[in-house]
């Protein structure tokens, strides 16, 4: 499968942006959300099941950010509020075909977007 993750831009502080990430054909996976900032590892945003119906997220997020897919259109979508300067990084989706298992073992992995939040 062939992801492209897109909706990045300049954001201030307190902001809302909405990123979301196409698969090619039928999208039948575990999806995620990484993030890395500049001199930084990689980090695990948010996952969600292939139904949409489980969803898993770090806690630096928890509650200011959520996941979401649209089967239909082959289509995750990672809605971010409440912004802050250190949710700067290019964002990646990811996918996988089990649920459990490592936060950071997926099969195929995407382009990025990236998003900077200014103070």
């Known amino acids: 499968v062939q992801l492209q993750a897109f909706g990045g831009g300049l954001v201030q502080a307190g902001d809302s942006l909405r990123l979301s990430c196409a698969a090619s054909g039928r999208n039948s996976y575990v999806m995620g959300w990484f993030r890395q900032a500049p001199g930084k590892e990689r980090e695990f945003v948010a996952r969600?099941?292939?139904?949409?119906?489980?969803?898993y997220y770090s806690e630096s997020v928890k509650g200011r950010f959520t996941i979401s897919r649209d089967n239909a259109r082959n289509t995750v979508y990672l809605q971010m509020n409440s912004l802050k300067p250190e949710d700067t990084a290019v964002y990646l989706c990811a996918a996988r075909l089990g649920w459990s298992g490592d936060d950071y073992e997926y099969d195929y992995w995407g382009q990025g977007t990236e998003v900077t939040v200014s103070s």
């Open positions: 969600i099941s292939r139904s949409g119906a489980w969803t």
